[in-house]
């Protein structure tokens, strides 16, 4: 029986029996309150280390929709095309392999630019992927060029080897064939041998 019916049947003031409900209002609610705080005590640091066992680095994976690894998978994908004359294909594997590529750049380089004075180690690394992930994404570009050729669309080509002559420079060997592929639809007027060659 609650107290409160408890003092009105023995007879106690209602001025006291207030006070006793109040009192089993306030035991009941202290309750669930201190249990409420105590489930909120939850850890803040409930990620898994990276280098804990069976820890997942799904972006190394070429199923991956992002990452250097999906990338090339796309570039893969479009060689096979391009084997067997399905240009169509080819070009739209490149056109995906080249958006994905030019993002995770930039991604590296930005979370690079963060840590340039705070952790060399890490400003490296990502430096690095982002340097990894141009280079591959100008190796698709240079092979859409190609394909756009392949396909009598000098004017989807030309940019696109534009492109790689200024990411690339003229003194690396990719930079000199998009020139080349240049040079031979007319855009350009003089040809290029690098020094050396």
Sequence with gaps: MLPIVKSLLSGISPKAAAFAAAGAIASTASGPLSAQAQTTDIPVDTQPPAEASGAVRAVEDSSSPIGIAAGQALISSAEGAIASQNYNQAASNLVD????????????????????????????????RALEAAQIRDQASYQLAVVYRAQDRPDLAVPLLVEVVTSQQPTRQLGQQAYQQLYELGFVGTPYTAPGQ
């Design 97 to 128: 392999a080249r958006k994905a590529l030019n993002e995770v750049s930039t991604y590296y380089q930005n979370l690079a630019g963060v840590f340039v004075g705070v952790e060399s180690r890490v400003n490296s690394d990502l430096r690095a």
